[in-house]
């Protein structure tokens, strides 16, 4: 009668993936398996994939779910993301070739952080548009884990690297993180309302 | 909270999926209002109220 089959065994095996998915760029970072453009290859390739894994990954799961203010948060969300790659490559590049100096050297290097503030203004946006009280409770709760697994990793990060135990945290890592902590707590939020 | 949702959605004959559209809501915040582990809003509650013709209280019932 209810049409409830449990569908979080196949997201806690899409979420598996992506967290595999997601180890990558922190080996990049820190077994530098690359050098110089290669690396920025390595990371654009990985980038694309991991979008389109996520993307296309979610839109199958939840085929016949997404509603239209959902879909217009992935549609912004996918315009921030391109420009981010895109500024992203640009300034690396630029930075790598060197010599830039003074205010033009902080404008380059701050560039690609300018999309990623943007998908926290569409995540607002998606918060404010979103007609479901439900779902917009679901998504609060799981940002807050999102944010506690910021503030509990780089708090910890911060004391064993002020001790010298470990290099300092990668602090443009902490969005990544934060992103996928909300993703993967929601299934278990979900849950505790079936 | 308790609530007769899934009683008078049975009495209906509508599936979760259709008292969803009818709210426009997913039918998992249906199945999370009918299991009780859900509250509505007060703006959610009455358009529940108005679609099924009851006043809110003979819907949900306060366990307090």
């Given at each position: ?37 290669a ?35 992935r ?7 391109i ?9 690396l ?12 050297l ?34 609060v ?6 944010l506690?697994?910021?503030l ?33 707590s ?9 | ?27 998992q ?16 509650a ?19």
């Amino acid at each position: 009668m209810d049409d409830a089959k449990p569908a979080w065994p196949r997201w806690a095996l899409f979420f598996a993936g992506a967290a595999a998915l997601s180890a990558i760029p922190f080996w990049l970072a820190f077994a530098r398996p690359f050098q110089g453009a290669a690396m920025l290859v390595a990371m654009l390739a990985w980038a694309l994939i991991y979008m389109a894994y996520v993307y296309a990954g979610s839109a199958r799961l939840k085929a016949g779910q997404i509603g239209p203010v959902m879909k217009r948060y992935r549609r912004r969300l996918a315009v921030a993301m391109i420009a981010y790659f895109l500024l992203l490559l640009g300034s690396l590049t630029l930075l790598c070739s060197g010599g830039l100096t003074g205010p033009l050297l902080w404008i380059v290097a701050a560039a690609p952080a300018i999309p990623i503030l943007g998908v926290l203004v569409v995540m607002g946006l998606y918060l404010k548009e979103e007609p479901d009280e439900f779902e917009r409770m679901i998504h609060v709760e799981s940002m807050l884990w999102g944010l506690g697994a910021v503030l509990g990793v780089s708090t910890v990060w911060g004391f064993l690297s002020n001790a010298g135990v470990v290099p300092a945290p990668p602090l443009f890592l902490m969005f990544p993180l934060f992103c996928l902590a909300w993703g993967f707590s929601q299934p278990f939020i979900r849950r505790r309302y079936q | 909270m308790k609530n007769r949702l899934k009683v008078l959605r049975a009495e209906r004959d509508w599936s979760q999926a259709d008292l969803a559209e009818k709210l426009q809501v997913s039918r998992q915040t249906i199945n999370a209002l009918e299991t009780g582990k859900y509250d509505p809003s007060l703006p959610l509650a009455f358009k529940i109220a108005r679609l099924f013709e009851q006043p809110i209280e003979a819907i949900f019932q306060d366990e307090a």
